[in-house]
């Protein structure tokens, strides 16, 4: 049985570690280092991939959250990493961003922004989306419909709140900036998810 064709009889599997496999290497030392080394550059890349795509930004009129790539870039580490090494990712970019990373969305750093609920969102998002990666949840266009529609559920749980308190306004102003524009973007990332992650497990399964 091929590498690909045991990924997709045990969901337990997500892309990276078909695309990195671990080595089964001798002393068996030399394996776990080589896993170690392996999920740090994965968590490192996840980081650098989203803080990449947070600077491809269009201002929103009448709205501090601009329209980013870094939504998207978050759901993809995590359903391709997987929860554990998704949350780490996110973590890491969140807490560089912190510390004056300039890499949030507009070249922004800090924990002042009236957006910064949507990154602490997307912390959760990339675990939660991981998790259903690691069930399937990124094998057919349908279940990866529902896994991004999940993901994109929890970022807006939080950030449209944050923003609420924020910005000193009603839940239901934050709803109308904070949310209602990015509904049709939010839809387009979707199909291009369903479209790029079951196509990439095809792949991996012809090559296999």
Known sequence: MSTASAATVHPGTVLADVIFPARRARPVGASARYVLTRDAALVVGGAALTGLAAQISVPV??????VTGQTFAALLV??????????????????????????????HSGAAMASFGYVLGMLLASAAVGALAR?????GVLRT???????SAIIYAVGVPYLALAADISLGQAVAAGLTPFLIGDALKAALAMGALPAAWKLIGRRG
Do not use: C, H, I, N
């Open 135 to 139: 069930r399937g949840g990124d094998r």
């Open 78 to 107: 995590g359903t391709s990493l997987g929860a554990r090494r998704g949350f780490l990712s996110l973590a890491l970019y969140t807490l560089l961003g912190m510390a004056g990373l300039p890499w949030f969305a507009e070249g």
């Open 145 to 151: 419909a529902g896994t991004m529609a999940v993901g």
């Open 61 to 66: 009129p009448g709205s501090p959250v601009p």
